[in-house]
């Protein structure tokens, strides 16, 4: 098959959704029903998979590299390039997750006081859809969630990644199911480049009734709509950009560390995208800031310019090397910009001084708020141990901040009468 060349109706490409939507969905019971052992014993095989076939995934991810237009961005590039330390790094985070506990299937229970109790338990889904950007790790991150959480799953990613993907369900996700007794179905690949696949994902309500929707702002708010509109519920990672304020008393020796942390890859949701800084300090850093901007080859674009203050530089390709500073009267001001003018995904304050920065944390409304730290700690394997499928920056109840498995649950009440029956 030529991934890159569409070569499909649109009829066809929704079909191809549907019958993947329809094997995993033939999957679900016995993802729903195994043990912590088998999952485990899944997980664990992927692991070892990745390292195995390392030479193969490689070899396809070259084939997607090298099917780049000559023009595209060197940090689109780098989100899709795998390596060996990367697969390394893939298959460590998996190592993780099998050491984090599962999620306890009954939450509360409680007795009614008329011989009765009242049990809250946690209950998969069942097939859940997940559309990324072109980043071959995602396949992974998002296929040990659903594993995990007794899930299964229809992915589709970016074309430009596909023939990544598909070695790594072929070679590591789909073996290592059927290796552990579970159905190797769990989790299927829409293997099309059409975006058609994406507005199909979201638009199949009693086959796929949640879809983890990650990419470009435009692109992800327009499958949102599309998905609202179908009676598809989302879980979506429109926007990002982290907020750094430099505040009066900030150290100097923090700064470069943080400037250097914060910006050490541009394509990423959680890197420095717009710096704020206290006018009683513009003067005394501005160099610095200069200096070590361009050591790390980032281009400062002072406020105003042709863009809002809070636009994503790592979603404009071509201009990923921007950094967005302004001149700010108080971290109260800091803090309102932050939470009015960005996407609401991560903003840190530089400080030596507490008080100052236990105002700014407390002012921002935010997703994730730091002190003397890089927001590119806001990240599900670095803060909480687990791969996450998202990030998830909506002003709404439900999982907020990275998603990890133990997000990926219904809620169940179950009233019997005492005593209980355990859940199995």
């Not at 983890?212 to 992800?220: F, L, M, Q, V």
Request: charged share 20%; glycine share 8%; net charge negative.
């Amino acid at each position: 098959m030529n991934w890159n060349d569409a070569g499909m109706s649109t009829s066809e490409v929704t079909e191809l959704v549907i019958a993947a939507g329809h094997a995993a969905r033939a999957a679900a019971p016995s993802l729903a029903a195994a043990t912590e052992e088998m999952l485990t014993d899944a997980l664990s095989r992927m692991s070892v998979a990745l390292r195995v076939n390392e030479a193969q995934i490689l070899a396809a991810n070259l084939e997607d590299v090298d099917a780049l237009d000559p023009l595209f961005p060197e940090a689109m590039r780098d989100r899709l390039r795998l390596d060996a330390a990367r697969i390394t790094a893939m298959a460590a985070q998996i190592d993780a997750l099998v050491d984090v506990p599962f999620a306890p299937r009954v939450v509360m229970r409680r007795a009614m006081g008329n011989g009765l109790v009242l049990e809250e338990r946690r209950r998969p889904v069942g097939v859940i859809g997940a559309n990324y950007e072109a980043r071959p790790n995602v396949t992974i991150d998002v296929a040990s969630q659903f594993i995990k959480s007794r899930n299964v799953g229809v992915l589709r990613t970016g074309g430009a990644a596909l023939r990544s993907a598909a070695a790594l369900v072929d070679l590591v996700i789909a073996p290592a199911l059927g290796a552990a007794g579970l159905d190797p179905r769990a989790i299927q690949l829409v293997r099309s480049p059409d975006r058609a696949g994406a507005s199909a994902l979201v638009s199949q309500p009693s086959l796929i009734s949640l879809v983890i929707i990650r990419g470009s702002g435009p692109t992800t708010r327009e499958l949102s709509m599309r998905a609202a509109s179908a009676g598809v519920r989302t879980l979506a990672h429109a926007d990002g950009g982290g907020v750094m304020y430099v505040d009066d008393a900030a150290d100097d020796a923090t700064l470069r560390i943080l400037l250097a942390a914060s910006l050490d890859r541009l394509g990423v949701c959680n890197r420095l995208n717009l710096l704020l800084i206290h006018e009683a300090r513009w003067d005394a850093v501005e160099q610095l800031v200069g200096d070590e901007l361009a050591r790390l080859g980032v281009t400062p674009r002072v406020a105003p310019h042709a863009h809002p203050l809070g636009y994503e530089w790592a979603l404009d390709e071509g201009n990923e090397a921007n950094v967005t500073i302004a001149r700010v009267e108080s971290l109260l001001v800091a803090a309102e910009i932050a939470n009015n003018e960005t996407s609401g995904l991560a903003a840190g304050i530089v400080t030596e001084d507490p008080a100052h920065a236990a105002a700014f944390l407390d002012a921002y409304t935010g997703t994730g708020a730091f002190w003397n730290a890089p927001t590119r700690l806001l990240d599900g394997f670095k803060l909480l141990g687990a791969p996450e499928t998202g990030i998830n920056v909506d002003h709404v109840p439900g999982p907020r901040g990275p998603v990890t498995f133990e997000d990926l649950y219904l809620r169940q009440y179950v009233v019997m009468p005492e005593p209980a029956i355990p859940a199995s």
